[in-house]
């Protein structure tokens, strides 16, 4: 993109992501990128520790994340140095179709002062979910541990807030739609694509391009 910008969209973070992520990254350094935009808008499909993996490739020290439980155990991810593959200035996208793994990479960069999240507020999902068996044949769905961001919040419940709010003209429309009974969905519901000029890419790169010239 424009001024050494390099773009990464990632529609989903399933296994193998966080490699495939690194070597586009080290493609756009290579071709002479000296910022990076990594969008994670409409991503709510994935691993959460493939999340972290992703996280990691920004990050030389700092916590990633935490998952805990009443009856589970705390389990800490924090950041390996010799995972880290880039310095670049980075501006991660976000919206309320961003959820799970996505949201774990998204509180990593901005708890850790690595980058800025540029967007709407996520969908807020990060759990770890057991299934137990009824006598009757059903079946009842527990969370029994949830994902904690580097500060202490639950992503579960709170989802993750941008620290440059941009919301998108159609998120109302296409991301909170009503039930027949008046509820809300139970999963992040997929944005159209936008054919209107994406407000929140360019806000992005206003801020990667501001930063630049801060430090220059």
């Keep these: 993109m424009p001024d050494n910008v390099g773009y990464i969209k990632a529609l989903t973070l399933d ?26 808008r409409n991503n709510s499909e994935g691993d ?5 993996a992703v996280a990691n490739l920004f990050l030389a020290k700092g916590m990633i994340g935490y998952l805990q439980g009443q009856k589970v155990d705390k389990v800490t991810y924090n950041a390996d140095p010799q995972k880290k593959i880039t310095d670049l200035p980075v501006a991660v996208l976000v919206n309320r179709g961003t959820a799970g793994a996505a949201e774990l990479v998204a509180a990593a960069i901005l708890d ?27 079946a009842l769905i527990l969370s029994v541990a949830k994902y904690y961001t580097p500060k202490g919040k639950v992503i579960q419940d709170t989802g993750i807030t941008p620290n440059v709010a941009v919301a998108a003209a159609d998120d109302a429309a296409n991301t909170i739609v ?12 997929q944005q159209k694509p936008q054919q209107k000029e994406d407000d929140q890419l360019r806000r992005a790169l206003d801020v990667l391009k501001a930063k630049a010239n ?3």
């Design 178 to 189: 009503d039930d027949e009974d008046g509820g809300t969905p139970d999963e992040p519901q």
């Design 48 to 52: 959460e520790e493939e999340g972290v």
């Design 112 to 138: 850790n002062s690595r980058g800025e999240v540029v967007g709407d507020k996520t969908f807020g999902e990060g759990s770890v979910q057991k299934v137990l068996e009824v006598p009757d044949g059903s």
């Design 15 to 40: 296994k193998g992501k966080a490699q495939e992520i690194a070597g586009k990254i080290k493609s756009l350094q290579s071709r002479g990128a000296k910022k990076l935009v990594l969008d994670l």
């Design 214 to 216: 801060q430090k220059s």
